[in-house]
């Protein structure tokens, strides 16, 4: 699910007052001289702006203390460092190793959807890395710690460029063989002790890792009777750093990019995310903590068995993530915790038992096969696991269906909340109210796309200037959607120049035509179903494609101020679509007519010079495009160019200053509504019928 965003310092770094978009300090100030004119409860504006940043603040360190508070109360039993507190110790570091390995799969798994079955192999490498460093190669423990990190981070990105373009099955076999091909490597390579294990005695005449050393102080492993494991003092303060990093990675832009990524590549592309390198990144970090684990391991263990790094390692992971909650923040600790406690735990010992008593001795299920029986229960009858299912119920208790009925009683698009609002000027620096110069932001000239032998858009022209509505009309597969793909870079096109802004964009990604000022909407709203309205609209600011995975762990001051700018910017845009009592409604829940408009308001966010919209009003009842209407001629005088692609004649005529009709990927007329809808040539196309009957 889409979280909410929280406060983020400028992407990479710029000056946060530079931002080509506008959604800056600056922006936001702007956004509160608008407010101050307008309707009522803006005058707290300012209010709310610091509230949100102190009250989040004030959950973000209380949420730090707990985590710690938990960690060190988890090692509490071990304190007097008694023979009996061995296993207590085994037991939690144990747990740590689990919960940061699965913390780092279910923001691949949780969130990005990326389903990696290697997560095991990444425990196995930070394991026999950090130990054969360490050992063979005589660095320092805490160096050879680093180094096997940093050999983890490696082998991810190398294995996550080999992987990111595939999905699905594909990408979760591709990664499954990667753990068990690390397994076999690692325990029967020469290099690693063979079947024997590693580090080793037999092997190599050591018993034991060296334990790390501080500055005198040695961080002694629950290995010893009489001795106090001081190991598990930077373990589980460590699990927690890592637990509170992942939070706040999971709430923030760059989280969000995550689960865009998560729902629609195509869609998280427009929103200005680098959907390869976006994926890289998670899936180094996600490796890196992988191979954290296996570090604890070893640091508690002080040893390897290689038993411990089969698939059934890489599946435990999985579970963990699964049982615990799958995308939330809770659930990969839970799930960890309580995996790792029933497998040890004398319940499951007894279960073992029984059946060799009473079924078969020779065939029982072990650990392995109750503990694969209790996942499979967990995806029949809890799949959102523990966390989820207790936050959905929270959800649902707290909301009790109120949101559901707000998004029933509220209006559509409704003339008074277009009015209501004033919009951004598209670029504040620039006139373009009517009559003012409109010079072409973006021309296309000769564009084509072919599909085989099929050319969908054959040589096509189009000017649109600031603060103009440009329809583009024409019969089913005539090529509207198509060119309206080549202005925003889905497709590549075959031939031609599209140019925005004097830049060519033709053929760009479509994450950097998006970052270059052109939003858009779909034909059919493509939403976060399981996110708010206002979590939607925050999606669409720039910070989702531009925020640093360093700035997102690490969460500078800036980031609450920066949030709270954007829920108060995204507040006035829902405000302007009419959305403004809805959002804390799941976007799933609005009707048709009001996800079309969210999906507005989050083209907004991204503060574009140029927006492409693909029928908007399809499916839209007569109120709502009256109301769709009100709004584009209110974007179109606030300076923002509109490509806008319709079957909807009464609204074509009533707003575009423009219409191009294209048949057959070619132009057909263009003129004035006026001149194109009573052009014969233009009625013809349409099956000899009249407009009226097409729209239909
Ligand atoms: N990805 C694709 N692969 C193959 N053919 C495609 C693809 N996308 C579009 N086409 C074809 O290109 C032609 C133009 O399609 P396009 O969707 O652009 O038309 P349109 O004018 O938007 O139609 P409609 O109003 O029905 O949405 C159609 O013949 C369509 O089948």
């Known amino acids: 699910m889409i979280t909410t965003q929280t406060s983020t310092p400028t992407p990479g770094g710029a000056p946060e007052g530079n931002d080509p978009h506008g959604n800056n300090p600056d922006a936001a100030d702007k956004g509160g001289k608008g407010r101050r004119g307008s309707r009522g409860n803006r005058a707290t504006g300012a209010a709310r702006r610091r509230t949100p940043g102190r009250s989040a603040l004030l959950r973000d360190i209380l949420f ?148 790390i050393e501080v500055f005198g102080h040695v961080f002694e492993p629950p290995m010893i009777a009489n001795t106090v494991a001081t190991v598990m003092v930077p373990i589980v303060l460590v699990t927690a750093l890592v637990v509170i990093l992942a939070r706040n990675i999971a709430r923030s832009p760059w989280g969000s990019s995550l689960s865009a990524i998560g729902e629609s590549e195509m869609l998280a592309s427009h929103l200005g995310v680098n959907v390869f390198w976006r994926k890289v990144s998670v899936f180094v970090l996600a490796s890196v903590l992988g191979g954290l684990g296996g570090v604890i391991a070893v640091q508690a263990f002080s040893h390897l068995q290689p038993e411990t790094f089969d698939i059934y390692l890489t599946i435990t992971i999985v579970l963990a993530v699964v049982f615990g909650g799958s995308g939330t923040v809770l659930g990969p600790l839970v799930g960890a915790v309580a995996v790792v406690w029933l497998e040890q735990s004398p319940i499951l010992t007894s279960v ?23 996942f499979l229960l967990t995806l029949f009858l809890m799949p959102r696991g523990i966390v989820g299912s207790v936050g959905q119920l929270v959800h649902s208790r707290i909301r009790g269906g109120a949101g559901l009925a707000k998004a029933e009683a509220a209006e559509g698009l409704s003339e008074a909340s277009v009015e209501s609002e004033p919009i951004p000027d598209a670029d504040p620096e620039t006139p373009h109210a009517e009559g003012v110069d409109p010079d072409a932001i973006l021309v296309i000239e000769g564009a084509a796309k072919h599909f085989g032998g099929l050319k969908a858009v054959d040589g096509m022209d189009l000017q649109v200037a600031k603060g103009q509505i440009h329809a583009i009309i024409g019969p089913n597969g005539a090529g509207k959607s198509t060119l309206a793909n080549l202005i925003t870079g889905v497709y590549k096109p075959n031939g031609g120049t599209i140019s925005f802004q004097g830049k060519e964009i033709g053929g760009l990604a479509p994450h950097k035509i998006s970052r270059s000022g052109v939003a858009r909407t779909f034909q059919t709203p493509q939403l976060f179903h399981d996110a708010t309205v206002l979590e939607n609209v925050l999606t669409g600011f720039p910070d989702t494609g531009r925020t640093s995975l360093l700035a997102a762990a690490v969460k500078p001051p800036s980031r609450y101020r920066r949030d709270a700018e954007m829920r108060d910017e995204a507040e006035r845009l829902l405000d302007l679509v009419g959305l403004a009592d809805l959002t804390d409604v799941l976007a799933g829940e609005l009707p048709y007519g009001k996800q079309r408009a969210l999906e507005i308001a989050r083209a907004l966010a991204s503060s574009p010079e140029l927006i492409v919209l693909d029928e908007p009003a399809a499916g839209l009842l007569a109120t709502e495009s009256v109301g769709l209407g009100d709004l584009l001629i209110a974007l179109r005088e606030h300076g923002y160019a509109l490509v806008v692609v319709e079957h909807h004649m009464d609204l074509v005529a009533r707003v575009a200053d423009k219409v191009t009709c294209m048949d057959q990927g070619r132009l057909l007329s263009r003129g004035t509504p006026e001149q194109v809808l009573s052009d014969e040539a233009v009625i013809a196309a349409y099956l000899g019928k009249p407009l009226e009957e097409e729209q239909a």
């Open 64 to 211: 730090a203390v707990g985590a710690f508070a938990v960690a060190m109360i988890a090692i509490l039993p071990g304190r007097e460092g008694v023979g009996t507190s061995i296993s207590t110790m085994q037991l939690v570091a144990s747990m740590a190793a689990m919960t940061v390995a699965a913390v780092g799969l279910n923001l691949l798994m949780g969130y990005t959807k990326l389903v990696s079955l290697g997560q095991g192999g990444f425990y196995a490498i930070g394991a026999y890395a950090s130990a054969w460093l360490a050992l063979d190669k005589g660095w320092n423990p805490l160096l050879a710690i680093v180094g096997a990190l940093v050999i983890c981070g490696v082998i991810g990105a190398l294995v996550a460029m080999a992987t990111m373009q595939m999905r699905g099955p594909q990408f979760s076999v591709i990664t499954l063989v990667l753990a068990v091909l690390v397994e076999r490597i690692l325990n029967e390579g020469k290099a690693f002790g063979q079947l024997a294990g590693y580090p080793n005695y037999a092997q190599h005449g050591v018993t034991s890792m060296p334990p």
């Open 352 to 374: 073992s038992s029984f059946q060799q008593e009473n079924i078969s001795e020779t065939w029982y299920l072990s650990t392995p096969g109750l503990v694969g029986i209790l």
